[in-house]
């Protein structure tokens, strides 16, 4: 019979291995999407003043696909490390 211990992110059993919540899989979801969304926003809004200032209106379909390639490289490269075991 095996022992646990409560912790912040789960329960660690006495044998070492750690069992995840899916609360605490939630979290790293959300996470992961806040890392992909938030920088693609930024460089969405960043791109659009810069556009102006130089005198061009930049389209909302080329903005679009401004974000969800940020988003995209952002998620292949935050996913590894946010999501791993």
Known sequence: MASAA?????????D????ESEGSKLARFAGLMF?????????MTIASKVAEIVGYKLDLV?????????ALVMVSACAPIMLRD
């Open 6 to 14: 409560q912790t912040s992110g789960g329960l660690v059993v006495q």
């Open 16 to 19: 070492g291995t750690f069992d």
């Open 62 to 70: 080329a903005l679009v696909w401004l974000g969800a390639a940020v």
């Open 35 to 43: 890392a992909a969304l938030f920088p693609a926003s930024v460089w």
